[in-house]
């Protein structure tokens, strides 16, 4: 009972991570997006 616990913690964890590097991989995008915009005008 307490392996699979730790399995689902882990499961949250890795979802956990995923939700940050898309969140930083769309914030490194809007920044470059933006600054090509801004070059381009």
Known sequence: M???TTQ???KDR???DY???TLAAG???AISFSFLL???Y
């Open 2 to 4: 307490h392996h699979t």
């Open 8 to 10: 689902n913690h882990r």
């Open 38 to 40: 801004w070059l381009r």
């Open 27 to 29: 914030v490194i995008a």
């Open 19 to 21: 939700l940050l590097y």
């Open 14 to 16: 890795n979802f956990l």
